[in-house]
């Protein structure tokens, strides 16, 4: 029954590239050194991966475990940093995070692959097997350097450059083709979500459905949580990127593909953190005890999430500014695709009137507390008078009464009626204050 589904086309594996959002707090050097050290892992997970340490409730079959083993040992990894912004500045249990942008990690076959090691044996499926394999143990080992996007999988960019048979290799790629191949295809579409064989052909006709490129000769296919990037090996030399193995390429899909994709994604991932922030700052706006705070603490507080939501604004500006000018069609399909794929403008909006709904309780509170200074200064005032027509009426008594001993009296009872009455203006003033004081003390 599974052979039905085997297309008479397959594509031959040239590299696969893959994106982690992150946030870190390191210099260039301390980056590189724990980049260098990440790729050793990685290399070195490549390498001790065995049978018995595939999960045969994932990989069944024994024979396909023996080809993901054969598979990774004859694979190497590179790594590489991409900034993106570097004043971010997102605290996170009470540490800071300066620089916002992702790792690149470029899979590829070694330079001494062993001499039976056949190329068409790698596929979709056990490449996914080989990313999990060391995804969980990387962000575990530099959890202390990086906040990773642990909740998402590394991006997939999936490479081809040659199919098997060859005489297929200058295939044209239009409608009718794709739907012809379309499960071959899929497969190499979309990662992370199960290879099962008995999937039904409407499933990879979502996964086939769009197909970014404007040329005959390739197929750019860019879901959630991978992609697809099919270029015949002259296109590949000439149009994906700039590196001593193609000097003379444009590094067109590189940069204006990968490196695009990733840096929405990464967008995405801030956004997740800047709406968790609102979101904390909301439920404090209601809390009592926040409510209590100085109100140049509670602006702060505010002042830090809105900061982060403009230098996103400011990073989002030059994507929405090729939206609406770029004459380049790829591009313009690729961002567009992009933007509705993480739904960029929604989660824009949502951060946006969220924020809002803040400012309006924020300043509702500083209304509210100096509305309550204006009465607490107002009362200090009239304690004020009270002290100076007290002293008003001591001078009255001297003039009017001779005797000093009953002058003494008299003051004596008109200075504690005066000291009664201030402490009866005090005592509502300020206990209640000190009294919260005390049990915020208490409380840490």
């Not at 062993?114 to 060391?134: E, K």
């Not at 099919?230 to 067109?252: A, H, Q």
């Not at 989660?347 to 100096?370: A, G, P, R, V």
Request: glycine share 4%; charged share 25%.
């Amino acid at each position: 029954m599974v052979d039905e589904y085997k297309p008479n086309l397959h594509f031959i594996f040239h590299e696969q590239w893959l994106g982690i959002s992150v946030l870190c707090d390191l210099s260039e050097n301390e980056i590189s050194k724990n980049l260098q050290e990440m790729e050793q892992f990685v290399n070195d997970v490549f390498l001790k991966i065995t049978i018995d340490k595939i999960n045969p409730t994932y990989v069944p079959d024994i024979k396909d475990r023996e080809k993901i083993v054969s598979i990774a040992h004859n694979l190497k990894c590179s790594f590489e940093w991409q900034n993106y912004i570097e004043d971010f500045r997102y605290v996170h249990s009470n540490h800071t995070y300066n620089k916002l942008g992702y790792i690149l990690i470029r899979v590829r076959l070694k330079e001494n692959i062993s001499p039976d090691f056949d190329l068409r044996i790698i596929r979709p499926q056990y490449l996914q097997q080989i990313v999990f394999s060391f995804w969980f143990g990387l962000i575990k080992k530099f959890q202390n350097h990086f906040l990773f996007d642990e909740k998402t999988v590394p991006y997939a960019f999936n490479v081809c450059s040659e199919v098997d048979p060859r005489d297929l290799l200058t295939i044209e790629w239009n409608p009718h083709n794709i739907q012809k191949y379309k499960r071959e295809i899929g497969d190499w579409c979309v990662l992370y979500s199960g290879q099962f064989p008995d999937y039904h052909d409407l499933l990879y006709e979502r996964r086939v459905e769009v197909n970014l490129s404007n040329r005959s000769s390739e197929m750019h296919f860019i879901h959630r949580n991978s992609a697809f990037l099919y270029m015949r090996p002259e296109n590949y030399n000439k149009f994906f990127i700039k590196d001593n193995e193609t000097p003379n390429s444009t590094g067109y899909m590189f940069n204006t593909v990968i490196k695009t994709v990733c840096q929405m994604r990464t967008i995405g991932f801030a956004m997740i953190l800047v709406n968790s922030e609102i979101d904390i700052d909301t439920s404090q706006l209601t809390s009592r005890d926040f409510k209590e705070k100085d109100p140049g603490l509670i602006k702060d507080d505010l002042e830090k999430t809105t900061r982060l939501k403009m230098i996103l604004q400011r990073t989002l500006a030059p994507f929405f500014t090729d939206l609406s000018r770029s004459h380049r069609q790829h591009y313009h399909t690729l961002l567009q695709h992009c933007v509705n794929l993480y739904n960029i403008e929604k989660n824009w909006k949502m951060i946006s009137d969220k924020l809002e709904s803040n400012t309006q309780e924020l300043n509702s509170l500083f209304l509210d507390k100096q509305e309550e200074a204006s009465k607490r200064q107002e009362k200090i005032l009239n304690i004020v008078n009270l002290i100076l027509g007290a002293g008003i009426v001591f001078e009255i008594v001297d003039f009017i009464v001779d005797d000093t001993d009953l002058q003494s009296l008299i003051k004596k009872i008109v200075g504690g009626g005066f000291l009664l009455l201030i402490i009866g203006l005090l005592v509502p003033l300020y206990l209640p204050k000190l009294f919260k004081k005390f049990k915020r003390k208490k409380s840490k």
